[in-house]
């Protein structure tokens, strides 16, 4: 099967709010929470009836955030890292620095590594849901 997140970036592979909270196993209300947060931004097109799309980069990130969330971690803290890495992104951009890409990439993949290592076995995770 053809998996959205590894397809070609050039392509347009907006998902829909349902496809996406699926592959991030989370409810659609949730998704929205998060954007509401600042740990998640949907590409919405002009005009009226724009519907959330998530872009694959959006869905990595959601699924990365749906495991913080499972460890217990809360969405303002995600909300803050999601600010923090915008403003290295566009540090980086304005200074056309590869190297700064290059710091950013390691940091994304340090992440994903602690966070896979802070997770519980799969029958003993809390399922991530809305935050009451």
Known sequence: MDDPIDRSPE???????????????LSPRMVRYLETQGVLRPDRRPGPGAHRQF?????VLGRTAARVLALGHPTRTLG???ELADRKVA??????????????????????????????????????????
């Open 55 to 59: 872009l694959p980069p959006e869905v």
């Open 80 to 82: 803050a890292l999601r």
């Open 91 to 132: 540090d980086a951009r304005a200074a056309s620095d590869p190297l700064g890409w290059f710091e950013l990439l390691a940091l994304a993949r340090a992440v994903d590594a602690a966070v896979r290592d802070e997770l519980p076995p799969p029958d003993e995770r809390r399922p991530a849901g809305p935050v009451r």
């Open 11 to 25: 392509r347009d592979d907006r998902l829909p709010m349902g496809a996406s909270a699926e592959l991030l196993g």
